[in-house]
């Protein structure tokens, strides 16, 4: 069911702001200056607004026919949307208490017009207790309001001190001819990846095996071999990702790998 919430930046206290006659809610932007939120719907063809903390008084402030909004910024007395059913995509202005004298900006943007959004240092205000040190944190400092913050990991999970990220012991790597990326192997509702995904277009071609030298616990880093067909080698990066080097040159396009035992075995065809 379509709706707009709210949450602290942990993901905890969900709040629903609405829930009721929208569809296919797209855009969001916050008018910092009168605490109010704004959204716009891609099926009932509306920019709307409430208040931000408590989610009543909500007005409409544009509403048009053959549109297609997908995205709302709003800064100062205007707001702002994408409109890629106007002039083959376009960016429109209008004053946010009376939209209907509205001013297009850019146009022939194309139909995979998306998101916009608005960067003025003005804007830039405040501080918490992540602004210091992380607030402690060792990757993700995640604010709470009323000067309590959590900690994360963007990859791998936390100690419990609370602060610390360990490395998962185990995980499913796979390739996908130019990145490698990783899933959990028993927790498939974690989309977070248990290392971060590495992508790099002058080292990555079409790789097509790996292997591991599993020689690290919670700290420290592993050794993963691979084969890019493209190249016809095979090359060996450590899991962060750094000390790649070229450690076999071969005639053969086609290098499928396994390691035991601290040895590397590559099958040639």
């Not at 605490?35 to 402030?61: F, P, Q, S």
């Not at 001013?103 to 405040?126: A, H, P, Q, S, Y």
């Not at 602060?163 to 796979?174: A, I």
């Amino acid at each position: 069911m379509p709706c707009i919430g709210k949450a602290r930046l942990d993901g905890s206290d969900k709040v629903v702001l609405v829930s009721m006659g929208i569809v296919w809610p797209n855009g969001i932007s916050i008018d910092y200056e009168e605490n109010k939120l704004y959204w716009c719907d891609a099926r009932t063809d509306k920019i709307e607004r409430i208040d931000l903390e408590t989610g009543g008084h909500r007005e409409m402030v544009l509403s048009g026919s053959n549109v297609d909004m997908f995205s709302v910024a709003v800064f100062g007395a205007y707001i702002y949307w994408s409109d890629r059913a106007h002039a083959n995509g376009s960016v429109r202005r209008g004053h946010k208490n009376d939209a209907t004298e509205m001013v297009t900006m850019r146009t022939g943007l194309g139909v995979n017009l998306k998101e916009i959004k608005i960067f003025n240092r003005v804007r830039e205000k405040g501080t918490n207790v992540c602004a210091k040190d992380n607030g402690g944190c060792k990757q993700l400092c995640l604010y709470r309001g009323n000067s309590q913050r959590t900690c994360a990991c963007a990859h791998g999970y936390l100690a419990e001190d609370g602060v610390t990220c360990l490395r998962h012991e185990g995980y499913l790597l796979y390739s996908g001819r130019t990145i490698l990326k990783s899933i959990h192997l028993s927790d498939e509702t974690n989309l977070n990846s248990p290392i971060r995904p590495y992508e790099n277009p002058h080292y990555f071609k079409n790789v097509i095996a790996l292997a591991f030298d599993y020689n690290q616990r919670r700290k420290g880093t592993n050794r993963i071999f691979y084969s890019d067909a493209h190249f016809g080698n095979i090359q060996l990066i450590k899991d962060n990702w750094e000390d790649r080097q070229v450690i076999v040159e071969s005639k053969y396009n086609n290098l499928i790998l396994s390691s035991f035992g601290g040895n590397e075995y590559q099958l040639d065809y």
